[in-house]
Each structure stands twice: as structure tokens, then as C-alpha cells.
T-cell receptor, first 113, second 114 residues
Framework: DTEVTQTPKHLVMGMTNKKSLKCEQHMGHRAMYWYKQKAKKPPELMFVYSYEKLSINESVPSRFSPECPNSSLLNLHLHALQPEDSALYLC????????????FGPGTRLLVL | DQQVKQNSPSLSVQEGRISILNCDYT??????FLWYKKYPAEGPTFLIS?????DKNEDGRFTVFLNKSAKHLSLHIVPSQPGDSAVYFC?????????????FGKGTRLSVIA
């Protein structure tokens, strides 16, 4: 089983809203990732958690706040987003946080109005 | 500076023929390479990978070839099927430098015509 699940599938929010994206995996992976993908572009890494600790933050604005409550769950808290933050947000996981194979979830399509 | 390059943004192939997708990289420290397939509004799906100790890896209709001296890899799909129509991303990594994440190319859109 190589399944990563993400909720919600779609999200529309205003610039003053607070919302959260959720990601879950039950493969026993110890590394989880958040990516942002715009149309016709490759996935762009935002955050990496390895063994539940934030190991990489790719200079992401503070309006995006990641959280890893346990090794199976990853959240992305959103607050005061801008319309240019509209994108597909992808979660991925891998065994240990090195550069091995990552398995992606289906993504959350976010629209900021 | 783009470390992983997919110079063909799109490719059209007839059903049943071979599809060849190419990828070049510049970082000689990369030692692990992957191909992902992506349908619109879905997450990338892992297809096949190759370690730098090999020059070929095969899985069903998919074969990846690695030419380390040329810093080039290719994905062959034989025979191509309409369901293969998607965007294909090449990714590379340096497994020995700690938490280095994958570096993705910009993708090649494959259209398989029936």
C-alpha cells in the first residue's frame, strides 16, 4: 500500500479566513513533505518533516504554518492568504527523509478569493 | 540554475509505438533518479527509479536508461497506450548529503494518439 490521503480535495477561502489542509499516511514513513504546484510547473517544495521535526523550510511565508502531530499526520495551517497562493497543494511521504522515493497524495486544489 | 532539465515540453506518439522521454542533469552528485507521471489535478504517481550503480531498470512497459557520463536519462514506454497520456516528471537526488529533497524537472506532456 503506497497511499497518501489528503483532505479536503477542494478548498475555496477568502483572504481573511483560516483553514487547514490535512495529510495522512500509514506506510510507516518517517518523512513527510508539503509541495505547492502551479499549472504547467513542477512541484515546488515548501516543508520537510523528518521524524516529526521540521527539517526544511524553503523560505515559505509565515501565512503557511506546518504541523506534524505524529508520524502519520501532517497539517498545513493557512491564514491571510493571497490570491497568488491559489495552487494544488501536494503532500508526500518517504521512508526516512533522505532522498529516496516519495509517494504523493492526490492534492488539495486551493482557490483564494 | 536548473539542475534537472526536460527540454521537450511536449511529445506526441501514436498508440502502439515507443515513447521516449528525455532528462538531463547537471549535478554530478546525483545518484538516484525517478520518473513520476501526473494527470491534471492529481498528485504525481511514482513510476520507476534507477540508482547510479545501474544503467537500466525495467518494469513492464517502462524502462529507464541512465548514461552517467552524459548526465542523461530516458524513459521508454513500449507499447504506448492512450492512458499513458499525462505529464511526466524526471526527478533526481543525492542520497548521501542528508535531507536533500528531490529535484524535479519541468515535465514533458505526453500525448498518445489512438
Amino acid at each position: 500500500d503506497t497511499e497518501v490521503t489528503q483532505t479536503p480535495k477542494h478548498l475555496v477561502m477568502g483572504m481573511t479566513n483560516k483553514k487547514s489542509l490535512k495529510c495522512e499516511q500509514h506506510m510507516g514513513h518517517r518523512a513527510m513533505y508539503w509541495y505547492k504546484q502551479k499549472a504547467k510547473k513542477p512541484p515546488e517544495l515548501m516543508f520537510v518533516y523528518s521524524y516529526e521535526k521540521l527539517s526544511i523550510n524553503e523560505s515559505v511565508p509565515s501565512r503557511f504554518s506546518p504541523e506534524c502531530p505524529n508520524s502519520s499526520l501532517l497539517n498545513l495551517h493557512l491564514h491571510a492568504l493571497q490570491p497568488e497562493d491559489s495552487a494544488l497543494y501536494l503532500c508526500a511521504s518517504s521512508q526516512a527523509g533522505g532522498a529516496e522515493t516519495q509517494y504523493f497524495g492526490p492534492g488539495t486544489r486551493l482557490l483564494v478569493l | 540554475d536548473q539542475q534537472v532539465k526536460q527540454n521537450s515540453p511536449s511529445l506526441s506518439v501514436q498508440e502502439g509505438r515507443i515513447s521516449i522521454l528525455n532528462c538531463d542533469y547537471t549535478n554530478s552528485m546525483f545518484d538516484y533518479f525517478l520518473w513520476y507521471k501526473k494527470y491534471p489535478a492529481e498528485g504525481p504517481t511514482f513510476l520507476i527509479s534507477i540508482s547510479s550503480i545501474k544503467d537500466k531498470n525495467e518494469d513492464g512497459r517502462f524502462t529507464v536508461f541512465l548514461n552517467k557520463s552524459a548526465k542523461h536519462l530516458s524513459l521508454h514506454i513500449v507499447p504506448s497506450q492512450p492512458g499513458d497520456s499525462a505529464v511526466y516528471f524526471c526527478a533526481a537526488s543525492d542520497r548521501y548529503s542528508g535531507n536533500t529533497p528531490l529535484v524535479f524537472g519541468k515535465g514533458t506532456r505526453l500525448s498518445v494518439i489512438a
